[in-house]
């Protein structure tokens, strides 16, 4: 038996040409085997190139700014990266050419300020360059101001509630944060677009506080601060005199309930001061009596602040010094760091400013340099004299037996703890020295 050829699809043409057996079997559907069916060739691997995101938009707080753009391949061949170009004042980073997969990325870093372009060229076939906006903005930080209360602002007594008022700026308004304390206790804090922003400030305890409006956004924190003080008086009366620190003749008598300064003898120094207490050196209040008489006629007490910051010691100088002077040739010192108000009842020649009984008032011991100064009628053995001194930085006001002597505006420093005391002295002639009834009243305000 012979075997089966094979079964041909091919015919031979009686002139020797083969021939399609579709067309000879037309009959038998070879279509139904998909022969006559077009054969779709495969697409080939070509990258599809992406940039993300399409445009940066920012806001930044200082130039330049720098942000990161990413490259992408979502083709399914790779993606060659053949040129990075900028405009504007721009950079970008990124070594050229590079592949970048299918399915990956690749960042490009940029820098620059304002407005311009990043072009990224590749070899896409359909979108072989891409261009990308580029704008930044510099966002400053806020800004913030204290309109209420003004500066140094004193609250009168009675203390009561006080309005804060301010503005606050700020570029765009976004992640703003205002903050209102005082003496670091938060008052109020809003998130509130800028604009006016207020508080209120509670009742406040005597002396000085810090009012402080604080903003804070993204770019930094600004602060406003304002010093105000609430005033208040304490008056101390009828002191304990007789536990003060006492050097030199100082006593204090307790049969007549009085502080001796001196006795009437020669070359004699005394003082007294409290040291149990400061009070403000220039805001205060202080009146007393005094006694000056019963001898041949010298030299004067004072009415010393005692500077409690600078003090070495407790007496100054003899003579004209008066128990707290010096800086002058008529007495060896030492001079008494802070301001005195003298009485003087002895003149001497080429340091006082005038051969009347005085007041003067001077800083830091400097006897022969009066700050200011008044004749004064007789004081020796002419009984008790009561004298008020008033101190409101930089305002001077004394008064002797209920008229004033000195009204005036100083330029000194007055700004320091003081110990309040008294000073006398005697030197070839004598005077006995005596203080009584003082009253000091003492204000948290400068």
């Not at 021939?19 to 077009?38: D, I, N, P, Q, R």
């Not at 003067?360 to 009984?383: H, I, K, Q, S």
């Amino acid at each position: 038996m012979q075997p089966r050829k094979p079964l041909s699809l091919r015919s031979t043409h009686p002139d020797g040409r083969f021939t399609s057996a579709c067309a000879l079997l037309v009959l038998a559907g070879c279509t139904e085997y998909g022969l006559g069916k077009e054969v779709e060739e495969p697409a080939g691997a070509a990258p599809e190139i992406v940039v993300e995101p399409e445009a940066i938009a920012a806001h930044a707080c200082a130039a330049p700014w720098s942000g990161t753009v990413v490259v992408r391949n979502e083709g399914e061949g790779p993606l060659t990266i053949t040129g990075i170009a900028t405009t504007g004042d721009w950079s970008a980073t990124l070594p050229v050419p590079v592949t970048v997969l299918p399915g990956e990325g690749t960042p490009v870093t940029v820098t620059g300020d304002g407005e311009g372009t990043l072009t990224v060229s590749s070899d896409d076939p359909d979108e072989p360059a891409i261009a990308v906006p580029l704008t930044v903005s510099l966002n400053h930080p806020p800004t913030a101001t204290v309109l209420s209360p003004a500066p140094d602002s004193i609250f009168p007594e009675p203390a009561a509630d006080q309005a804060l008022e301010g503005v606050v700026t700020d570029e765009d308004g976004d992640d703003l944060l205002v903050t209102w304390t005082v003496d670091d206790a938060v008052i109020l804090s809003t998130t509130t677009a800028p604009g006016s922003v207020s508080a209120t400030l509670p009742a406040a305890e005597p002396g000085v506080h810090t009012v402080r409006l604080t903003a804070t956004d993204a770019c930094g924190e600004v602060e406003a601060t304002e010093d105000v003080c609430q005033d208040a008086t304490t008056t101390y009366e009828n002191l304990g005199i007789s536990t003060w620190h006492y050097e030199g003749s100082a006593y204090w008598d307790s049969t007549t309930s009085e502080l001796v300064l001196t006795d009437a003898l020669i070359e004699q120094v005394g003082t007294a001061f409290d040291t149990t207490a400061a009070v403000s050196g220039g805001a205060v209040r202080i009146e007393f009596e005094f006694y000056i008489g019963g001898g041949s006629g010298a030299d004067g007490i004072s009415l010393t602040a005692l500077d409690a910051d600078r003090l070495t010691a407790y007496t100054g100088g003899t003579g004209c010094g008066i128990g707290y002077g010096g800086s002058a040739s008529c007495t060896a010192g030492p001079a008494l760091p802070g301001w005195t108000l003298e009485v003087d009842t002895y003149y001497n020649e080429g340091y006082d400013p005038t051969p009347d009984d005085h007041v003067a008032f001077t800083f830091d011991g400097d006897v022969d340099n009066p700050a200011a100064w008044a004749a004064l009628p007789e004081m020796e053995d002419t009984g008790w004299h009561r004298i008020r001194v008033d101190l409101t930085d930089p305002h001077l006001s004394v008064t002797v037996d209920g008229t004033s002597y000195i009204e005036q505006d100083l330029i000194g420093y007055f700004a320091f703890p003081a110990y309040v005391g008294f000073t006398a002295g005697t030197g070839g002639n004598t005077n006995r020295h005596r203080i009584r009834s003082l009253t000091v009243t003492d204000r948290a305000c400068e």
